[in-house]
């Protein structure tokens, strides 16, 4: 029998979908456009927005004899061991192949956030901790750990990394957005998409767009923002990703914008995606997003109106399961309701991608070999530097910290004792172990009371909770401030508990109405404070709260955005010294609880001013952070006004010395300042970075190469422009304060630039031998 040439690897993959489309049905076809979450449990707990509602119990026979298209999270919806996951995840496949007429097998999905959603798997730290790192090869690095995890179990494709810009702390989500400036966001993210797919894992970005402008700060509200900061902060993180990372599939996101919901937008999904920035991938729709169309922004009557629009705008995928996209659409098509050139398009790019991953060939198995160790020591070493370079020390203004190595320890607070404080919501143990209450967690996790124990052997350290995260008790107060008025030092550990739809303090539809501490954990602090033993504040949250109430009264303040399975012995190991601070604040820390939303990402009208009684000034800026050593900014380049075109590139250095007594690392951080544009811009914004890791004595020259493409802007007229003019190229530790600063005028005319323009300001550094 003569090999089909949809089966022949050596033909291009373009030839041999097309080959395959020719010879499927309407039905097969559709097939491939949907999931089958074959373990929702319309019984359990939630672990996606509605899930109860829109969970149905399939008839899988029925569904699999036209193929399928995707496997929904066998790994991700209740506890599973690996090995057994695997096995049963391979024999799903072979079922799958053997149901349809071409033996083609489904793409399986999951979570992974910050890690692989699985059970016994690392826990990483959550997004902002990458973007404290401001690390972006260590990022890669995990990304690849994900990858080959995923991998091992026979996964295919990973729905990561969030890629929305921080423009409210009071969401919910904060915790899984790296930080409020889209160009580390852009970096860092792209960093991880390069670690995930280098590993063969198809990367998903989300989501696409507008989703973190949710008015007021609640999950799924209408987004208002303009069509500047759409296309100067919420939209360049995507293209960066994309062009820079290679990521093959993007999620929409399940807002509306000025009326049109993302998944309904083929001015976004289509025109903006595909035709401008050449996208070739997958679009994939958020869980129950086409059906969303229907019932929560009734934009359709029906769902085969939803299928209608969803496909017309570019979703390629229905996700988790199917609902508008089965039974329905194919009699749709066959009136003539639905064009079914608009399945055609949606199956060859699905299609595509199992071409590209090998689901099409013939010698295709979805086993695996060997043994699966989803948490291997490399995965902790990996977590643990992570969490060590993503710790923020805000403030030490008495050299409180590090502890001395025999000092009486009182440590207090609901996130000392409790290994889950640790955790993200998108971690197995916080998003789906809450529904299994009798399984263990899967890892091991220490605490921070457990590793500061192990740090300082010769401490007393002694605990009382105080309070819980969220409940309004007060009854442990009296016992936690007795022992810290019996202590030299009290180390109040205190923050947030991950969860899911109002079950946490933090994470997806967890969100709030101001930046108060959680619960009654101010009034703790404020009892530990009045006992007259320095506190040392250690905050473990998903989101930074407001600290102006304590600015005079803390020894020193430390910041952990939920730094994963070993962010307990990271902590620890900033308390003790063995580890010095290097992390830098990827969001702002208010001062205040209220006057948000507000970003450093600021006009002239959004900074503080003597019209209004609002201070939205933060109390520590968006990239501080101090250490336990000290740097000095030496030799600068650029100290003359110079003059380029606005097609230009400009060079600027500087050497950064570690004149301390322990390594350390240093941020130096680039901002642009344009002084006068056609439309208001930011007062500053960051545009460049590098993270020098530097000995005792040691010297380093660090360079930046700055593009005139990095000052472009979407002008008036709606189209991104360079406009000539004067700049300031502002270096810094961090966006509030200026070591050097660089004028730098553009010449020539107003230059339009699109999505070819320079996203990257590139950077180097080299050791400066010891003079002498």
């Known amino acids: 029998m003569t090999t089909p040439a949809w089966r022949d690897p050596a033909l291009p993959a373009a030839d041999r979908v097309a080959d395959l489309l020719s010879r499927m049905t309407l039905e097969e076809k559709t097939a491939q456009l949907y999931g089958v979450w074959v373990g929702a449990d319309a019984e359990g707990g939630e672990v996606a927005p509605l899930q109860g509602e829109m969970s149905r119990v399939t008839?899988?026979?029925?569904?699999?004899?036209?193929?399928?298209?995707?496997?929904?999270?066998?790994?991700?919806?209740?506890?599973?061991?690996?090995?057994?996951?695997?096995?049963?995840?391979?024999?799903?496949?072979?079922?799958?192949?053997?149901?349809?007429?071409?033996?083609?097998?489904?793409?399986?999905?999951?979570?992974?956030?910050?890690g692989f959603t699985a059970w016994g798997a690392t826990a990483y730290p959550v997004p902002p901790a990458w973007g404290a790192s401001f690390d972006p090869e260590l990022v890669e690095e995990m990304g690849r750990r994900i990858g080959a995890d995923l991998r091992s179990v026979g996964v295919h494709q990973g729905l990561a990394p969030v890629l929305d810009v921080a423009r409210d702390l009071r969401w919910g989500r904060v915790e899984e957005t790296i930080g409020e400036d889209p160009y580390l966001v852009g970096t860092v993210g792209a960093a991880y998409v390069r670690g995930l797919e280098s590993a063969g894992v198809v990367a998903t970005l989300k989501h696409f767009a507008g989703y973190a402008g949710s008015a007021g700060a609640r999950n799924l509200a209408p987004v208002r923002a303009g069509v500047r900061e759409l296309a100067d902060v919420v939209l360049p993180p995507f293209e960066l990703a994309l062009r820079e990372g290679g990521a093959r599939s993007v999620m929409a996101a399940y807002t509306e914008t000025d009326g049109v919901p993302a998944?309904?937008?083929?001015?976004?999904?289509?025109?903006?995606?595909?035709?401008?920035?050449?996208?070739?991938?997958?679009?994939?729709?958020?869980?129950?997003?086409?059906?969303?169309?229907?019932?929560?922004?009734?934009?359709?009557?029906?769902?085969?109106?939803?299928?209608?629009?969803?496909?017309?705008?570019?979703?390629?995928?229905?996700?988790?399961?199917?609902?508008?996209?089965?039974?329905?659409?194919?009699?749709?098509?066959?009136?003539?309701?639905?064009?079914?050139?608009?399945?055609?398009?949606?199956?060859?790019?699905?299609?595509?991608?199992?071409?590209?991953?090998g689901l099409l060939d013939e010698d295709f198995t979805p086993e695996r070999e060997g043994p699966v160790d989803l948490d291997p020591p490399g995965n902790r070493a990996l977590a643990r530097r992570l969490a060590e370079e993503s710790v923020i020390l805000l403030a030490n203004p008495t050299g409180l910290l590090p502890l001395s190595p025999a000092a009486r320890i009182a440590v207090v607070g609901p996130r000392a004792a409790d290994p889950l404080a640790m955790l993200g919501c998108y971690s197995f143990p916080s998003h789906v172990l809450p529904h299994h209450p009798d399984v263990p967690l899967g890892i091991e996790i220490p605490t921070v009371l457990e590793s500061l124990r192990a740090e300082?052997?010769?401490?007393?350290?002694?605990?009382?909770?105080?309070?819980?995260?969220?409940?309004?008790?007060?009854?442990?107060?009296?016992?936690?401030?007795?022992?810290?008025?019996?202590?030299?030092?009290?180390?109040?550990?205190?923050?947030?508990?991950?969860?899911?739809?109002?079950?946490?303090?933090s994470g997806e539809g967890c969100d709030v109405a101001d930046l108060e501490l959680p619960g009654v954990q101010a009034g703790l602090l404020d009892?530990?404070?009045?006992?007259?033993?320095?506190?040392?504040?250690?905050?473990?949250?998903?989101?930074?709260?407001?600290?102006?109430?304590?600015?005079?009264?803390?020894?020193?303040?430390?910041?952990?955005?939920?730094?994963?399975?070993?962010?307990?012995?990271?902590?620890?190991?900033?308390?003790?010294?063995?580890v010095n601070p290097s992390g830098r604040l990827p969001l702002s820390v208010p001062r205040d609880p209220g006057g948000q939303p507000w970003t450093y990402l600021q006009p002239p009208l959004g900074l503080p001013s003597e019209v209004s009684a609002l201070d939205p000034a933060p109390l520590f800026p968006f990239?501080?952070?101090?250490?336990?050593?000290?740097?000095?900014?030496?030799?600068?380049?650029?100290?003359?006004?110079?003059?380029?075109?606005t097609d230009g590139v400009y060079d600027l250095a500087l050497s950064v010395r570690n004149t301390g007594e322990r390594a350390g690392a240093e941020v130096v951080q680039l901002y642009l300042h344009d002084p006068v544009a056609s439309v208001t811009r930011p007062e500053v914004r960051l545009i460049g970075y590098r993270r020098l890791e530097l000995e005792p004595g040691e010297e380093r020259r660090v360079s930046?190469?700055?593009?005139?493409?990095?000052?472009?802007?979407?002008?008036?007229?709606?189209?991104?422009?360079?406009?000539?003019?004067?700049?300031?190229?502002?270096?810094?530790?961090?966006?509030?304060?200026?070591?050097?600063?660089?004028?730098?005028?553009?010449?020539?005319?107003?230059?339009?630039?699109?999505?070819?323009?320079?996203?990257?300001?590139?950077?180097?550094?080299?050791?400066?031998?010891?003079?002498?």
């Not at 209740?78 to 007429?101: E, K, Y």
């Not at 600068?636 to 003059?643: L, M, Q």
């Open 59 to 114: 008839d899988w026979e029925g569904l699999i004899a036209y193929g399928l298209g995707q496997l929904t999270r066998s790994f991700g919806t209740a506890p599973v061991d690996a090995a057994a996951g695997a096995r049963a995840l391979a024999a799903a496949q072979r079922r799958i192949a053997a149901a349809g007429r071409f033996g083609i097998p489904a793409l399986a999905h999951e979570e992974c956030l910050a």
């Open 263 to 357: 998944s309904a937008d083929p001015e976004l999904l289509t025109h903006l995606l595909r035709e401008e920035w050449g996208f070739t991938g997958t679009v994939v729709a958020d869980y129950f997003a086409v059906a969303f169309l229907r019932t929560l922004h009734r934009v359709a009557a029906t769902k085969t109106e939803a299928a209608h629009v969803a496909l017309a705008a570019g979703i390629d995928v229905e996700l988790p399961t199917v609902d508008c996209y089965g039974s329905d659409l194919v009699a749709a098509v066959r009136t003539g309701d639905v064009p079914e050139s608009l399945v055609d398009r949606a199956a060859r790019r699905v299609l595509l991608q199992k071409c590209e991953l």
């Open 456 to 505: 300082l052997p010769d401490a007393e350290v002694k605990f009382a909770e105080g309070c819980g995260v969220s409940d309004p008790d007060t009854s442990g107060f009296a016992e936690a401030v007795a022992l810290a008025a019996d202590a030299d030092v009290c180390v109040a550990v205190l923050g947030d508990r991950a969860g899911l739809f109002g079950r946490g303090t």
């Open 527 to 578: 009892a530990l404070v009045a006992t007259g033993t320095p506190v040392a504040l250690v905050l473990l949250t998903g989101r930074p709260y407001a600290l102006g109430r304590w600015e005079a009264q803390l020894g020193a303040s430390v910041q952990a955005f939920l730094p994963g399975e070993e962010g307990g012995t990271a902590v620890a190991g900033v308390l003790s010294g063995r």
């Open 623 to 645: 990239g501080h952070g101090l250490s336990y050593t000290s740097f000095a900014w030496g030799e600068f380049s650029s100290a003359e006004p110079v003059e380029i075109g």
């Open 704 to 772: 930046f190469r700055f593009h005139a493409d990095l000052a472009s802007f979407t002008g008036r007229s709606g189209s991104r422009i360079v406009e000539p003019g004067l700049l300031e190229l502002r270096l810094g530790p961090s966006s509030a304060e200026v070591r050097h600063t660089a004028q730098v005028t553009l010449t020539g005319p107003v230059r339009l630039v699109g999505p070819d323009r320079v996203l990257r300001c590139e950077t180097a550094d080299a050791r400066v031998a010891p003079a002498g």
